[in-house]
């Protein structure tokens, strides 16, 4: 069995499908005999945008809570981060939170 990690990031809810499908044509997400295999749930994302930055969202130095989903996918670990940039390709934010958590094996 090959070393698995679990990959978690959040996005605002608009995006939620173009990421889930990035992160699945990028490897992620197989199981057995399945694609595309994912876990989501929702929350409210939060932050202040500094003097030098350029949200997608909200407004420099303005409060934002933001609906977001999170997903949650297995991946083998040589293809983390292939996945993590594909990620990034398509996600919305200037700063993309993501994890990466090794995953036991048995």
């Not at 996005?11 to 044509?25: I, L």
């Amino acid at each position: 069995m090959k070393d698995l990690v679990k990959i978690v990031v959040t996005v605002p809810e608009s995006h939620a499908d173009v990421v889930r499908d990035a992160m699945g044509k990028a490897g992620a997400g197989r199981i057995g005999n399945y694609t595309f295999c994912s876990f989501s749930s929702k929350g409210v994302g939060r932050f202040l945008p500094g003097e030098n930055a350029h949200p997608a969202i909200g407004e420099v130095g303005k409060l934002e809570s933001v609906e977001e989903e999170r997903i949650e996918v297995v991946c083998e670990k040589d293809l983390a981060s292939l996945v993590v940039d594909a990620i990034k390709a398509v996600h919305p934010y200037e700063e993309v939170a993501f994890d990466v958590y090794p995953l036991l094996n048995v």
